[in-house]
């Protein structure tokens, strides 16, 4: 049953996603640029409400740190809808772990800068694998500035 009659229906406001610059690890490269979406500053507080370990879970244990990585799969997937610019180079100056790049491509992918596709589950691995400062920090103030921008346009639509 709809709430509306027959013929009209509620729609999602189309909102341009926002471009974080990520980095630019060659001078003559691409930069890497994150494409994320616009949230109102209901669903970003919804999400960052998510966030919060459930009661009864304690800090530091296995459940927290499932918890932590539901949470983290939710918010790339929530948030991040896109890139531009991942090519091999940009990679290998994010991550902080103690994996690289590797293959018998290798070497074509760097000397020809291709870019690497978009793809969810990198855009997690990323999140996950870098250092906050230089990737999840910069996405989530990108996100909680446009959501600020959001509230404060709605605010100046609605003064008489």
């Known amino acids: 049953m709809s709430m509306l009659p027959s013929g009209l229906s509620l729609v999602p406001f189309a909102r341009a996603p926002i471009d974080v610059r990520i980095c630019q690890a060659e001078t003559v490269g691409p930069a890497f640029v994150v494409k994320i979406n616009r949230l109102s500053i209901e669903k ?4 960052a409400a998510k966030m919060s ?7 530091g244990s296995k459940a927290a740190r499932e918890h932590q990585r539901q949470w983290e799969d939710l ?3 929530t948030v991040i809808i896109g890139w531009s610019g991942l090519i091999v180079q940009n990679v290998e100056s994010l991550l902080a772990g103690d994996e690289t790049i590797g293959g ?4 074509s992918w760097k000397a020809k800068q291709r870019e690497i596709p ?3 589950d990198l855009a ?9 400062d230089r990737f999840g920090d910069l996405i989530f103030a990108a996100l909680r ?5 959001e509230a404060e346009e709605e605010d100046e639509k609605n003064v008489p």
């Open 44 to 47: 970003f507080r919804a999400l």
């Open 53 to 59: 370990l459930p009661s009864g879970i304690r800090v």
């Open 75 to 77: 918010y790339c997937r």
């Open 104 to 107: 018998e491509d290798i070497a």
């Open 118 to 120: 978009f793809d969810l």
């Open 124 to 132: 997690v691995y990323l999140y996950r694998n870098t250092w906050a």
């Open 145 to 149: 500035e446009g959501a600020e921008q």
